[in-house]
């Protein structure tokens, strides 16, 4: 799941975005085209595309900087979805 997570995710990224450049573990909000709008869009999309629910305590920018944190955001709420 880790490997298809990001790829999505950086392909959502790129879908709204189609000439950056950047890295997993880049930070893409200090590469100065991502914003806190979009940041809300990658929640929802996050939520809806993994069918996870992104609790208040999760919603910082540090979990939003890199596809990479998206992704292990994504894993952290999935698994106690697995485990019941």
């Given at each position: 799941m880790g490997d298809y997570t990001a790829e999505t995710i950086n392909d959502f990224i790129h879908g709204r975005f189609p000439?950056?450049?950047f890295?997993?573990?880049d930070d893409i909000f200090s590469l100065g085209f991502i914003n806190s709008l979009f940041a809300m869009e990658l929640v929802m999309y996050i939520e809806q595309k993994f069918s996870v629910t992104i609790p208040n305590d999760?919603?910082?920018f540090d979990n939003f900087r890199t596809v990479n944190c998206?992704?292990?955001l994504v894993h952290r709420q999935a698994l106690p979805a697995v485990g019941q």
């Open positions: 000439d950056a450049t890295t997993d573990d999760e919603l910082k998206m992704a292990e």
